[in-house]
């Protein structure tokens, strides 16, 4: 069974830098393209970044191109999302989600992040970026 645990939110300064993880397990992991989403209480869920099934392939929403970094460690069964430069309006519950499809993510765009068909969402980790 697919099960996803997200890890490593925190209380940051703005210009400040987290990791956070996304360990997978229950399938194989390679199999799957993983995507992180975000969601501030009282707002709709946002998709921020996703990486297809072998790592090659990375997509992020334009407000986080060039501050994020998607990356997939097999060995380790792990998604990571390195953040830098964060801003206060990156305050939010981050999640990350699968899908065994690499569609959606190949031609998502970071004006047009949509990825609907990802599921298994873990329990989420919390961001706050404030001074």
């Known amino acids: 069974q697919l099960q996803l645990v997200e890890s490593g939110g925190a209380l940051v300064q703005p210009g400040g830098s987290l990791r956070l993880s996304c360990t997978v397990s229950?399938?194989?992991?390679?199999?799957?393209?993983i995507a992180w989403f975000r969601q501030v209480p009282g707002k709709e869920r946002e998709a921020v970044s996703c990486?297809?099934?072998?790592?090659?392939?990375?997509k992020y929403r334009d407000s986080v191109n060039g501050r994020f970094t998607i990356s997939k460690d097999n060995a380790k069964n792990t998604v990571y999302l390195q953040m830098n430069s964060l801003k206060p309006e990156d305050t939010a519950d981050y999640y990350c989600?699968?899908?065994?499809?690499?569609?959606?993510?190949?031609?998502?765009?970071?004006?047009?992040?949509?990825?609907?068909?990802?599921?298994?969402w873990g329990q989420g980790t919390q961001v706050t970026v404030s001074s």
């Open positions: 989600a699968a899908d065994s499809s690499d569609f959606q993510c190949l031609i998502s765009t970071g004006s047009s992040l949509v990825l609907t068909d990802y599921h298994s």
């Open positions: 229950g399938v194989s992991f390679d199999e799957y393209s």
């Open positions: 990486i297809s099934t072998r790592g090659t392939i990375t």
